[in-house]
């Protein structure tokens, strides 16, 4: 088994965790309606639900936050943030926005409609959701070699280029909005997308004159897994390889609660600060997220974003965070255990289809194992899979998921070794004990939209 990296920082606050028994989860469980958000986070001892926003932030971010100007318009921090967006993305319009999804809310509605179409490497849930919220339908170019979790690829997470340049030609190019190109690939595993792919799909959105997003929660480490494995790449630094991606892009819309290490934020960027939609940008944001120079933020929160978008592509930093996921991902190889390999850039998605081949796609096989993992010893983890794509919007039928994975999602800068360690054993428990589970679970109260996050499930 690979050895764990020494972390490159140190710890100086700490927060108790508290410690269950199995009978006071299987209860918790329970009463959450067998869906892991609804749980009370203190019944959690490690939460590796998602990596959005619960990384720990730096000594430099607290003490930059008491320089927040809370103006209301043109505050001091806002143009520090501007400036470092620009520096680091090349972009010249910079738009704050309180998270990811607020700026999917501003943007999306510009270019999407009833009738036209999204195309993406893989949506995320929140990107599909106002896809479809704005009128629109999903269309995806998943590179296929990311459906076999056991094929180790550099590049899983990459657009299939022939699949995008076949959607175009069936919808007509004047039906296609917008082309999304998600860094890391989320849905996949948190699978890279290459420096080359993000080229050729540019050159096919250039053809055709489509509108090329980058949805850039975890550009950073894209940008690092690029360095690491991209022929030509190897002498680039991981700031170089970001810009060469969002040179290439027109916009792009981030979840700054991922890479850019803070709890709160997101941006919206665009190439060309002459295009005419900045102005329906502004508009967007003013009715939804508050004045455009604070996007839904208070100052403070700006300041800790600027300083978090440059730790976040500290190389040092990148590669111990690689490297923790991939010593995860080496005990599992070591024991079998099936994850989409190679490991991906924020965390480990097991492939609960290969645990549990018996249970179909719609009693859940993710949602099964996060359970499982939850009663074993506390790990809160969450399906990516059936459960979480939801139903058809014009049908309402469930939708089939390519993967059923239940992702364990690492948060930045919070967990040590020794947790990782615990997690993993449950992990081999589990992985062990997975003949006896025979069946999923069902829904029995769903919301029309994003569902997973507050359904009702219940055993088979
Ligand atoms: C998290 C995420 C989003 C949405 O961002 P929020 O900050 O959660 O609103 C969008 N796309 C990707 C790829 C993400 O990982």
Known sequence: MQRFMPEPYRI?????????????????????????????????????LTDSGTNSMSDQQWSAMMRGDEAYAGGKSYYRLVEAGQDIFGHRFIQPVHQGRAAEKVLLPIFLHKGNYAIANLFFDTTRAHVELAGARCLEACNPQALDSSLRAPFKGNMDIAQLRKHIEEKGASNIGMVVMTITNNSAGGQPVSLQNMKETAAVCREYGIHLNIDAARFAENAMFVKLREEGCQDLSVRDITRAFFDLADSFTMSAKKDAIVNMGGLLGVKDDKAPYIQQIKANCISYEGFYTYGGLNGRDLEALAVGLYEGLDEHWLRYRLQSIAYMGSFLDDKGIP????????????????????????????????????KECGLRTCDIGSFMMGNDPDTGKQLR???????????????????????????????NNRENIRTGYKITWEPPILRHFQASLAPV
């Open 12 to 48: 100086k606050m700490v927060e108790p965790i508290k410690v269950t028994t199995r009978e006071e989860r299987e209860q918790a469980i329970r009463e959450a309606d067998y869906n892991l958000f609804r749980l009370k986070g203190e019944d959690v001892y490690v939460d590796t």
């Open 339 to 374: 994850y989409q390999s190679p490991a991906g850039g924020h965390g480990i998605f097991l492939d609960a289809k290969r645990f549990y081949p018996h249970i179909p796609y719609d009693q859940f096989p993710g949602q099964v194992l996060a359970v499982e993992l939850y």
């Open 401 to 431: 998921s390519y993967n059923e994975f239940t992702r364990l999602a690492i948060p930045r800068r919070v967990y040590t070794q020794s947790h990782y360690d615990m997690v993993l054993d449950a992990i081999h428990v589990v992985w």
